[in-house]
């Protein structure tokens, strides 16, 4: 019995020794600070412990366990190891390596039956992965958990050491585990004979990458250091450089008040509010009077005359703001900006307080800005702290002995220390830097002006903030500002440290290493089972089987799938031609019918009521035509069609346009062409057109009586190769800042209400973005909500010769002079005859067809020069009856135009295939008609002059 509990003993305190020893050696591959350890051998050390002895096993682990952690914890000292937050600690982290241990154990035990010489292939993964990533989830947990309470890491670094801890962990387990049970399992010579091929490989591969590691982390750590101090020489410039900037401004403004011998109010507050709107940081900005006792209610007197009915000096004590004393000197807040968060400050002597009177002495003394010590402020309802710089205005600079008298006045710069710096530093990298700038001015007491942390130290704490003495990750800055000395201490936290400094460095290392362990181990135990290798070569074969009879169904399903989208394209492309032609036909009847009424002369009122159905139809027209380019660009079929232009031609045609509905709303045009160096252009004309008349529609509507600017401009990019931006500017309700992002989407306005008050739907800007994408450019808005907004259409150009450009003015609308014999086409009654009303108007008489048919056998009969062909009618439609013309007679003999409501890119080709010259849209213009007859048949009028730009 005695022998039995002699050997318990021995066992346990074998264990603990060697659990010690291991410990040690796993620390030195500790990622800083030094909480958790890259690789943990003591891990693999308990796992083939308890496998071997059992629960004896598990006392040796606590007892090794404490032993290292409770001096890794006191840093060796024996007071601070009898701590009992370092016993705790110490019996915390010991506890969740024993429970670790033992659970492990006990289910590699369960799983693989008992059978630790790990013959097959399955009880290898299975003690692999139980005793490895699964069990070693207990101990890091425990461990930091205890950690954080104990305060000895922060939420920041609590992801990283568990994940540390972890890898370490499971990597211990997964090497020195096997080498452990080669060594002391004397039952098996399965494990004597792997001494040689696990344990030789296994230690060169640990020994190879334990000494890369070393190295590397040497290396990383340098590197670290590197990138925080560039780091923080960006944050230290960054501040100097802003305080910097206030003394040059305020040297300006000093420069302006003396050369103007005085300053007014209504100048002050102009000058100061462009000070503080470019310079963060100040809260208010001062001018202060040097007034003798002589001058005091003289100038009472004239700050009242002045506005400032209830002002007069006070002095500030401890009851508050009250009368000032008599002094010899006052320095007067006379104007200040913001007033209205200032106004209690206004009249305040600042020469009563001891520590500014210090400071303005100081001031005056040297002959130059002075900056107070952190004070007092008054702002407003509340008080906070603050730092004043002053800056004396002398009336003559050159003199010897500078004093008080000889000082017109001080500009008075109220600075918030806290906003300053952070403004500064807000585009630079800080993450997981603590910043401290100290006031360290000689003969005065040192004080902390500004802390990046909420927590409070004594200055002396900042002396030795180094984290490291080796790797000296912190730095301080010393300068001086306004006569006063200070010190910028930058710091980086220890959890950014293991971080930023080893993430990638010993992840690839211990990938290297598990590799090799995984690839020793897994080879060794299943090089004499060719039957398992068999086996699983059968069932990989089965598995590609399965896979290609998978691959072969998705196959299947996805041409099933591919088949049902293509059909469902052509339902749908057949629905929008088919909705575009019924619902043109019947708007080409009223804006036909509307534009012969407008040139007939009726009644104010019912010249009204024509221009109202008018304007509703056109606007019926827009939402029409959105819909269907918005359908065409989202199925990709819209169409880029590029040609010479002239820039100058489409802005003046879109004012022409909208002039009229400018005009409704007092809304006048103004245009800038003076850096339009190139006005011939090569694009798609039509969609330039498209979003210029689109962004002038927005404008319009959202403006009331102020002018609407359209400017434009050329940039060279590239040789022929130039930048063409236009830009529409309003002055209408602007755009709130929080809707900027969603206007360019679809069936979006920047409010609900909007489309109440105003009208639309949402896609004119959706559509205009795509068509600016679509010609490689870019919409872009600058926009104040109250104020206006400001689109530019960005676009790539070639340069164009003049005689390839269209010109796109009015051309003469009467053609009787061609002698044209016209045959329409229509099946419609009422838009034939708006056909023929507006031809007759042009100036040619015209025969009709109601049908294909029966205009094949007019073409059959009678020689015709042109004809308009509607699509869809009845009996025979339009590119059928075509194509039979064709077969008689080509272009050259009869020209045909189509008279179209499908506007989709599918149709248009259609009628091209058919042997079409030309298509007009519905709802047809005079106009249109006129423009689609000049250019089958071209006369003197169209004189182009070619020359080039």
């Not at 997981?432 to 200055?459: A, C, Q, W």
């Not at 086409?825 to 025969?847: P, T």
């Not at 439609?877 to 008689?888: C, D, F, H, L, M």
Request: charged content about 20%; proline content about 3%; glycine content about 6%.
């Amino acid at each position: 019995m005695g022998n039995s509990v002699l050997k318990d003993i021995a066992v346990v305190m074998l264990i603990a020794i060697a659990y010690y020893l291991l410990g040690t050696l796993g620390l030195t591959f500790a990622i800083p600070p030094g909480f958790a350890t890259s690789i943990w051998p003591p891990s693999g050390l308990a796992l083939s412990a308890g496998l071997l002895w059992g629960y004896r096993a598990i006392g040796g682990v606590f007892l090794g366990s404490f032993t290292l952690n409770l001096l890794i914890s006191s840093g060796g000292s024996f007071s601070d190891a009898m701590n009992l937050n370092t016993l705790v600690t110490g019996a915390s982290i010991a506890f969740g390596s024993s429970i670790q241990a033992l659970v492990a154990f006990k289910i590699v035990k369960t799983v693989t039956q008992r059978d630790l010489d790990l013959k097959s292939f399955s009880t290898v993964v299975k003690f692999m992965i139980i005793g490895g990533p699964i069990s070693c989830l207990i101990s890091p947990s425990v461990g930091t958990t205890t950690l954080y309470h104990q305060d000895a890491i922060n939420s920041d670094g609590l992801a990283t050491t568990w994940l540390t801890w972890w890898v370490g962990n499971t990597l211990g387990v997964l090497v020195f585990a096997p080498i452990t049970l080669c060594f002391f399992n004397p039952k098996s010579s399965l494990w004597k004979r792997r001494r040689l091929t696990v344990v030789v490989p296994l230690t060169i591969a640990f020994l190879g990458v334990a000494f890369f590691f070393q190295k590397g982390l040497e290396w990383e750590i340098q590197r670290a250091n590197l990138v925080f101090q560039e780091s923080a020489d960006d944050i230290n410039h960054a501040i100097i450089q802003r305080l910097s900037e206030y003394s040059k401004n305020v040297t300006i403004f000093e420069s302006f008040v003396k050369l103007q011998g005085s300053i007014n109010e209504a100048k002050f507050a102009e000058i100061a509010d462009h000070f503080l709107r470019f310079n963060p940081g100040i809260l208010a900005l001062s001018w202060n009077r040097v007034l003798s006792d002589e001058q005091r209610k003289s100038f009472e007197t004239w700050m009242k005359e002045k506005g400032s009915n209830t002002f007069e000096i006070r002095d500030k004590t401890a009851e508050g703001l009250v009368p000032a004393d008599q002094h010899s000197n006052y320095v007067v807040v006379t104007y200040i900006e913001p007033r209205e968060r200032n106004i209690k400050a206004l009249g305040l002597n600042i020469y009563s307080n001891p520590k500014r009177k210090l400071a303005i002495d100081r001031a005056v003394q040297i002959k130059g800005p002075v900056t107070t010590e952190i004070i007092s402020l008054v702002q407003g309802e509340r008080t906070h702290d603050g730092m004043l710089l002053l800056y004396p205005v002398f009336k003559n600079r050159n003199i010897e002995e500078p004093n008080l008298t000889r000082v017109m006045g001080f500009l008075v710069v109220v600075i918030d220390i806290q906003v300053m710096v952070e403004t500064s530093l807000q585009r630079l990298n800080k993450q997981g830097m603590d910043l401290f700038v100290i006031d360290r001015t000689p003969n005065t007491s040192e004080i902390l002006v500004y802390s990046s942390t909420k927590e409070n130290h004594p200055i002396s704490y900042y002396e030795t903030l180094s984290l490291d003495s080796e790797n000296k990750f912190s730095t301080s800055r010393k300068f001086s500002f306004g006569a006063r000395d200070f010190e910028i201490i930058t710091s980086l936290k220890s959890e950014s440290i293991m971080r930023d400094q080893s993430w990638k460095l010993w992840f690839l290392s211990l990938v290297g290493l598990l590799f090799v362990s995984l690839l020793n181990t897994l080879l060794l135990v299943i090089s004499g089972r060719e039957a398992v290798v068999e086996a699983a070569f059968i069932q990989k074969q089965q598995a590609e089987k399965i896979l290609e009879k998978k691959v072969a169904e998705r196959t299947a399903d996805l041409e099933i799938a591919r088949d049902i989208a293509i059909k469902s394209e052509k339902v749908k492309s057949s629905f929008l031609a088919n909705m575009s032609h019924e619902i043109r036909t019947p708007l080409n009847g009223i804006i036909g019918l509307t534009s012969l009424l407008s040139e007939e002369s009726f009644s104010p009122e019912k010249k009204r009521y024509i221009d109202t159905i008018s304007s509703c139809a056109d606007n019926l027209m827009v939402i029409v035509n959105d819909i269907l380019d918005f359908s065409k660009i989202e199925s990709g079929k819209l169409e880029i069609r590029k040609a010479p232009f002239r820039v100058t031609d489409t802005i003046e045609k879109c004012i022409s346009l909208y002039k009229s509905k400018a005009s409704e709303k007092n809304i006048e045009f103004k245009t800038d062409l003076s850096q339009l160096d190139l006005d011939v252009l090569e694009s798609d004309e039509s969609r330039v057109f498209q979003i210029l008349c689109n962004l002038v529609n927005n404008a319009i509507k959202f403006s009331e009586g102020h002018p609407v600017a359209i400017s434009a401009k050329t940039t060279s990019i590239k040789g022929d190769l130039y930048q063409l931006d236009i830009s529409v500017v309003d002055s209408g309700i602007g755009i709130p800042k929080n809707k900027l992002a969603t206007i360019f989407s679809s069936f979006t306005q920047a409010d609900s209400s909007i489309s109440r008050k105003y009208g639309g739907t949402g896609l004119g800007l959706t559509i205009s973005k795509r068509l600016a994408e679509l010609l490689n450019g870019d919409l872009a808005v600058v926009s104040i909500e109250g104020q206006g907004s400001n689109f530019t259409l960005s676009i790539p150009a070639k340069k164009a010769m003049i005689s390839e450009a269209i010109d796109s003015k009015q051309r003469a609308n009467d053609f009787s002079s061609l002698g044209l014999k016209v045959l329409v086409v229509e099946d419609n009654d009422l838009n034939r005859e708006l056909m023929m009303v507006f031809l007759k108007k042009l100036g040619i008489e015209a025969d009709y067809a109601i049908n294909g048919q029966i205009a094949v056998e007019a073409v059959s009969s009678k020689p015709y020069d042109l004809i308009f062909m509607d699509m869809q009618m009845p009996v025979m439609g339009g590119i059928e009856a075509t194509k039979k013309i064709r077969q008689i007679f080509d272009s050259d003999t009869v020209k045909i135009v189509a008279m179209t409501a499908n506007v989709l890119p599918e149709q248009r080709h259609e009628c091209t295939e058919a042997g079409m010259d030309d298509f007009i849209s519905k709802p047809m213009k005079r106009k249109q008609i006129a423009l689609a007859i000049e250019a089958l048949f071209p006369s003197d009028r169209n004189e182009q002059v070619g020359k080039t730009v």
